[in-house]
């Protein structure tokens, strides 16, 4: 078995074990919306992984990371798109751009912003 076929069957299992209370979108390889979600904003790099999750909220930033530990893929993380992930190619790549709040609480002076 060669290093990819182990990852894409990891990406399977890992894409079933998300199934089960992810909030967000999933994409493999071939879905529509895979390539929109794993390319950033630099065109000119041309990422091509394994898993693309793009969460919802917290606890799906969780389900995401125990499911790569679980199941061997590497994790990339791309928060905005701006910035180059390194390491995607195979990965589990973790989105986290629908997570863009931010909430003000004027009187303790705080701000809360998401990785979005």
């Known amino acids: 078995m060669t290093q990819d076929n182990g990852r894409n069957r990891s990406a399977g299992d890992a894409l079933r074990a998300l199934r089960r209370g992810f909030h967000g979108e999933l994409y493999l390889?071939?879905?529509?919306?895979?390539?929109?979600?794993?390319?950033?904003?630099?065109?000119?790099?041309?990422?091509?992984?394994?898993?693309?999750?793009?969460?919802?909220?917290?606890?799906?930033?969780?389900?995401?990371?125990?499911?790569?530990?679980?199941?061997?893929?590497?994790?990339?993380?791309?928060?905005?798109?701006h910035g180059t992930v390194v390491a995607a190619d195979g990965a589990l790549l973790l989105k986290t751009s629908r997570m863009a709040t931010v909430a003000i609480d004027p009187e303790r002076r705080t701000a809360r912003v998401g990785p979005g």
């Open 29 to 81: 390889p071939g879905d529509a919306g895979y390539d929109g979600e794993r390319l950033g904003w630099n065109r000119s790099v041309d990422v091509r992984p394994a898993l693309v999750a793009v969460a919802a909220g917290p606890e799906d930033v969780q389900a995401v990371i125990v499911a790569a530990r679980e199941h061997g893929l590497p994790l990339a993380v791309q928060a905005t798109g």
